[in-house]
Structure formats: C-alpha cells, structure tokens
Nanobody, 115 residues
C-alpha cells in the first residue's frame, strides 16, 4: 500500500485546512487509517484515526476542532482542521494499519499556523 498525503500549507491562527491522504496498491488490506504529526523537536504523536467501520479516535488536543473522515470508494482519508492554533504547526503524516500485522506511512505534509 502506498499513501500520498497533501493539503498542508500556511494559515493564520483561527483558520482551516483540509488534509487528504490517498491510498493505492493493495488497499483491501487496510484495517484503519489515521493522521499523526511531528512538531520540531518533538516526538511524532497521534492526531486522529478511523477504522474501516468508521470508528474514530482523536487526540485530546484536537478533539472538537479536527474531523477525520473517509471515502471508501476512493480509498481516501481526510482531516478537516478548524480553529487552527500555532501549536498545531507540524509535519502531518498519513498512516495505515494493514492486514494481518503491518503498517505503512505516507510522506509528510507541512502545516504552519501563524499567530
């Protein structure tokens, strides 16, 4: 499975961005997808995940501001980010959990939020 993420950019605090992650290849092996982020000097952290059943999970720091969704037909996952804050500045990575016990990462997309 290959993941391609895009949609990052520069936005002012309070603004919105939507990230997109498109999966290709053996997409039938995908059990779940999600977004992680890594800010400068910090470890990579979970942002949001969504299972093939549509169950979602969010980091406390983004709950209520970010929404993860998916287009099953197009094998695409979205991350709608609203009310962005400077602390949301990071490289955002798409991630997929694969059957039976594997995972894969997409390239990062940079989100920069100015104050």
């Amino acid at each position: 499975v290959q993941l391609q993420a895009f949609g990052g950019g520069l936005v002012q605090a309070g603004g919105s961005l939507r990230l997109t992650c498109s999966a290709s290849g053996a997409t039938s092996s995908i059990k779940g997808m999600g977004w992680y982020r890594q800010a400068p000097g910090k470890e990579r952290e979970l942002v949001a995940t969504i299972t093939t059943r549509g169950d979602t999970n969010y980091a406390d720091s983004v709950e209520g501001r970010f929404t993860i969704s998916r287009d099953i037909v197009k094998n695409t996952v979205f991350l709608q980010m609203n009310d962005l804050a400077p602390e949301d500045t990071a490289v955002y990575y798409c991630h997929a959990i694969l059957w039976p016990d594997d995972d894969t990462w997409g390239q990062g997309t940079l989100v920069t939020v100015s104050s």
